[in-house]
C-alpha cells in the first residue's frame, strides 16, 4: 500500500489561491493516476484532478479548469495541487488517493482509489 500525507490547506479569501501537497511513501508504478478529490459536507467525495504517472496526462473536472493545475514531483514522490481564483464553492476537505493500474485520468470513480491521505480541509469565505 501507499502512504499519503495531505499538507497546505487553509482559509482563504475569494480570489486568493493555496497550494495542496500530498507526500507519498510506498512503491508507485508508472502506471499509477495520483488524483486529487474533495467532499464538502452534505455532499457526495469528488474527483477533481487526476494524473497519469507515466504520460504526464493530466485530467480536470468542469468547475476547476483553468483555476486549477496538477503536477508531480517524481524525485519527491509528492503531488501538489496549485489551485488559483479560489471560489466559496471550493470549501472541502480535499483528499489525495492512488489508482494503480490506471488505464486513463477520466475515470474518477472514488471505487477505483486503493489509497487514500487523511485530507486537509480548504475554506474559501
Known amino acids: 500500500h501507499v502512504q499519503l500525507v495531505e499538507s497546505g490547506g487553509g482559509s482563504v479569501q475569494a480570489g486568493g489561491s493555496l497550494r495542496l501537497s500530498c507526500a507519498a511513501s510506498g512503491y508507485i508504478a508508472a502506471s499509477t493516476c495520483m488524483g486529487w478529490f474533495r467532499q464538502a459536507p452534505g455532499k457526495e467525495r469528488e474527483g477533481v484532478a487526476n494524473?497519469?504517472?507515466?504520460?504526464?496526462?493530466?485530467y480536470y473536472i468542469d468547475s476547476v479548469k483553468d483555476r486549477f493545475a496538477i503536477s508531480l514531483d517524481n524525485a519527491k514522490k509528492t503531488l501538489y495541487l496549485q489551485m488559483n481564483s479560489l471560489k466559496p464553492e471550493d470549501t472541502a476537505a480535499y483528499y489525495c488517493?492512488?489508482?494503480?493500474?490506471?488505464?486513463?485520468?477520466?475515470?474518477?470513480?472514488?471505487?477505483?482509489?486503493?489509497?487514500w491521505g487523511q485530507g486537509t480541509q480548504v475554506t474559501v469565505s
Open positions: 488517493a492512488t489508482r494503480p493500474h490506471c488505464p486513463h485520468t477520466r475515470d474518477m470513480r472514488v471505487g477505483r482509489f486503493a489509497d
Open positions: 494524473f497519469l504517472i507515466s504520460v504526464g496526462s493530466t
